[in-house]
């Protein structure tokens, strides 16, 4: 505008600042979603087979949780803040907000580590360490009837046809 003399209003200015933030919000969240997207087409096993249905819903659970942690914490789901600190802080955010269980804490940790990778691979992200990140996995309880018991469950009579059922398989 000093070139052509003219000036700009404060309203005009201020227009002009929240169009190209709002644009480059959406820029960058779209860029999140094209990448992930490209991720689960692009994405193989081990054997390079196509992923699975219940492989495709755990990475969908996974998208909707990063988005859901986006909004609660306010940030946008930028490519360029997937490091280190964003995995512990959603991994907190699974377990405090959304009260997730240590193994579905795990789950989404593990599911995370492949996206990773892939944003690293492609040059998105800046490399680092990713055995850093870790979450725990227990073990569930294990219970053990005595063969007393598996006797006297094998003689009981039922009535229902379903725990009868359940009974002859163990």
């Given at each position: 505008?000093e070139?052509a ?10 227009k002009?600042l929240?169009?190209?933030?709002l ?13 992930f ?39 946008a ?7 280190k ?8 955010y699974l ?7 240590d ?7 593990k599911?995370?580590?492949p ?22 996995e ?22 229902n046809d379903?725990?009868?059922?359940a009974?002859?398989?163990?």
């Open positions: 505008n070139l003399k003219t000036q700009t209003s404060k309203s005009e200015l201020e002009l929240s169009e190209k933030i644009s480059k919000t959406k820029t960058v969240a779209g860029q999140f979603d094209e990448q997207n490209e991720f689960l087409q692009q994405h193989k096993t081990k054997n390079g087979h196509s992923l699975r249905n219940n492989t495709m819903k755990k990475y969908k659970g996974l998208f909707n949780h990063l988005k859901s942690f986006s909004s609660h914490s306010g940030m789901l930028n490519l360029k803040l997937f490091d600190a964003f995995l512990e802080s959603f991994k907190e377990i405090r907000v959304q009260n997730q269980n193994n579905t804490v795990s789950k989404y940790v599911a995370a580590k996206l990773v990778r892939y944003f690293m691979n492609k040059g998105l992200i800046k490399p680092y360490i990713l055995a850093e990140i870790k979450a725990v227990k073990e569930g309880e294990i219970y053990v009837l005595g063969i007393k018991n598996i006797l006297k469950l094998q003689t009981l009579p039922l009535k379903r725990l009868k059922q009974r002859d398989i163990f």
